[in-house]
T-cell receptor
Framework: KAGVTQTPRYLIKTRGQQVTLSCSPI?????VSWYQQTPGQGLQFLFE???????NKGNFPGRFSGRQFSNSRSEMNVSTLELGDSALYLC???????????????FGPGTRLTVT | AQSVTQPDIHITVSEGASLELRCNYS??????LFWYVQSPGQGLQLLLK??????LVQGIKGFEAEFKRSQSSFNLRKPSVHWSDAAEYFC????????????FGGGTRVLVKP
């Protein structure tokens, strides 16, 4: 089975711009979660989508948003970029069901976003 | 809310020596516990997981971890380290019914001396 894929792998943007990152989960996985990784804050949970619905959300400003499509692929969007948004953004997929959470997640390679 | 502490930021170990990475969690009930490894520039790879049952769990690459409820710990061990084990290791806890959310520790960077 192919793993979690993320595109693009690297991105350079300017302050004030917006960016969209994409994630394709492992085939059959219906849950997609996003995490931000920075040297200062470590790994922080952004949000999780299951069956096209946001099921959980971390403590990030509204500039961070996401969505999930019917094929379980997910995108996250960051608007009005700030220098502090420079980070590795990791997507993780999980088999998941509507009534049971396993927390067992498989991560993609990440998208390295640099904001200048 | 749950939390995870990895007390050691860096550990240096000689190749062939044993390795133990510490992880302490805070959560009221029995959590779901994980260890992940991250090589430079890469995503996270799942090493092993604990949900319930036997408190000593085996993972990939020769790693094992032991869940100790009384100490709220889930320490990772490897009997003999290889140079390729140099990486950053993260302990994580999943808890609650609100969906798939992992809370991670700050990570431990392992350096392997030849």
């Amino acid at each position: 089975k192919a793993g979690v894929t993320q595109t693009p792998r690297y991105l350079i943007k300017t302050r004030g711009q917006q960016v969209t990152l994409s994630c394709s989960p492992i085939s059959g996985h219906r849950s997609v979660s996003w995490y931000q990784q920075t040297p200062g804050q470590g790994l922080q949970f952004l949000f999780e989508y299951f069956s096209e619905t946001q099921r959980n959300k971390g403590n990030f400003p509204g500039r961070f948003s996401g969505r999930q499509f019917s094929n379980s692929r997910s995108e996250m969007n960051v608007s009005t970029l700030e220098l502090g948004d420079s980070a590795l953004y990791l997507c993780a997929s999980s088999h998941g069901t509507s009534g049971r959470v396993t927390y067992e997640q498989y991560f993609g390679p990440g998208t390295r976003l640099t904001v200048t | 809310a749950q939390s995870v502490t990895q007390p050691d930021i860096h550990i240096t170990v000689s190749e062939g020596a044993s390795l133990e990475l510490r992880c302490n969690y805070s959560y009221g009930a029995t959590p779901y516990l994980f260890w992940y490894v991250q090589s430079p520039g890469q995503g996270l790879q799942l090493l092993l997981k604990y949900f319930s049952g036997d408190t000593l769990v085996q993972g990939i690459k020769g790693f094992e971890a032991e869940f100790k409820r009384s100490q709220s710990s889930f320490n990772l061990r490897k009997p003999s380290v290889h140079w390729s084990d140099a990486a950053e290791y993260f302990c994580a806890v999943g808890a609650g019914a609100a969906g798939n959310k992992l809370t991670f520790g700050g990570g431990t960077r392992v350096l392997v001396k030849p």
